[in-house]
């Protein structure tokens, strides 16, 4: 089973806008991170948040973690068409390799 | 630095039939990872080696599927017989240390099974 939940499961938006996604997990973690896929491609590392870490920032991108409600989001402001892609959020429990998420598809309109 | 490499990119074979993937991941890096992508849905372990063994193959269908890492570097992944429901993107990644830190992925190989 997942561990990961994003949501939405796909968002569209026009350029310029801000798009968040949220991620939801079930266990303790000691980081949770962001990848992006764009189609027919690999994941890209985008950021990594540490359990002790409330917010992270990385050019327009910022990320929040709530561990008491186990929840994490990206916000990705002033979208790009470039941006458009599916984004996952991945957890690591200590106890085995990254677990992903359904991902969010994310489609930018120019 | 170079990326992940894998090939092929693409593989069409017919149920039953046995398939093969390599990876080779960046240079320096101990752990390797093998994901699998069913369409619509997020990468799912396979298997996971450090160095030249195995750290967790807890997820992988070990009557069919079957990997190994040479000398700790180079890795495949082999289905053997492969079935319809095997269709889906095979993710190699690899990162510096063990589990936790930051993946790098390779672009995957596109498998069909008619």
């Known amino acids: 089973s997942q561990q990961g939940e994003e949501d939405p499961q796909a968002l569209s938006i026009q350029e310029g806008e801000n798009a968040t996604m949220n991620c939801s997990y079930k266990?303790?973690?000691?980081?949770l991170q962001w990848y992006r896929q764009n189609s027919g491609r690999g994941l890209v590392h985008l950021i990594l948040?540490?359990?002790?870490?409330r917010e992270k920032h990385s050019g327009r991108l910022r990320v929040t973690l709530d561990t008491s409600k186990k929840s994490s989001s990206l916000l990705i402001t002033a979208s790009r068409a470039a941006d458009t892609a599916s984004y996952f959020c991945?957890?690591?429990?200590?106890?085995?390799?990254?677990?992903f998420g359904s991902g969010t598809r994310l489609q930018v309109q120019p | 630095e170079a990326g992940v490499a894998q090939s092929p990119r693409y593989k069409i074979i017919e149920k039953r039939q046995s398939v093969a993937f390599w990876c080779n991941p960046i240079?320096?890096?101990?752990?390797l990872y093998w994901y699998q992508q069913i369409l619509g849905q997020g990468p799912k372990l396979l298997i996971q080696?450090?160095?030249?063994?195995?750290?967790?193959d807890s997820q992988l269908p070990k009557d069919r599927f079957s990997a190994e890492r040479l000398k700790g570097v180079d890795s495949t992944l082999k289905i053997q017989p492969a079935k319809l429901e095997d269709s889906a993107v095979y993710l190699c990644?690899?990162?510096?240390?063990?589990?936790?830190?930051?993946?790098?992925f390779g672009s995957g190989t596109q498998l069909s099974v008619l």
């Open positions: 990644a690899s990162s510096f240390g063990g589990a936790g830190e930051k993946l790098f």
């Open positions: 991945a957890t690591d429990t200590g106890r085995r390799a990254l677990t």
């Open positions: 240079s320096g890096h101990a752990t």
């Open positions: 948040i540490r359990s002790n870490e």
């Open positions: 266990t303790s973690i000691n980081n």
């Open positions: 080696f450090q160095n030249n063994g195995v750290v967790d």
